[in-house]
């Protein structure tokens, strides 16, 4: 199994990115895939995350009306759109797969995923 985040960059606040996870080795459809993110001295924080049951979405409150998790299970990928970026944003931002029974919840806890792609940074600055 591989995932590969991309998209990060350098963007001024209000701006937006579409970071995505490209995956392999595995189908989306039993596979819940998460971002998650670390900003410097921080712990890494759950962002969002996207059933692989049913493609039920979930977000941490501050990417709540902000950000949007999609995915295109033909293609293997998982899309976070951001818009509105904040420099609090700031951050490499890493995306990760778990494997998930039905009915299951999804998990928002790093240690709970599987897989992990290499990060992608997001600066947010003026």
């Known amino acids: 199994v591989q995932l590969q985040a991309s998209g990060g960059g350098l963007v001024q606040p209000g701006e937006s990115l579409r970071l995505s996870c490209a995956t392999s080795g595995l189908t989306l459809d039993y596979y819940a895939i998460g971002w998650f993110r670390q900003a410097p001295g921080r712990d890494r924080e759950w962002v969002s995350s996207i059933s692989g049951s049913d493609g039920t979405t979930y977000y941490t409150d501050s990417a709540k009306g902000r950000f949007t998790i999609a995915r295109d299970i033909a293609k293997g990928t998982v899309y976070l759109q951001m818009i509105s970026l904040q420099p609090e944003d700031t951050a490499v931002y890493y995306c990760?797969?778990?494997?998930?029974?039905?009915?299951?919840?999804?998990?928002?806890?790093?240690?709970?995923?599987?897989?992990w792609g290499q990060g992608t940074q997001v600066t947010v600055s003026s």
């Open positions: 990760a797969a778990d494997y998930v029974p039905l009915l299951a919840t999804i998990p928002t806890d790093p240690d709970e995923y599987d897989y």
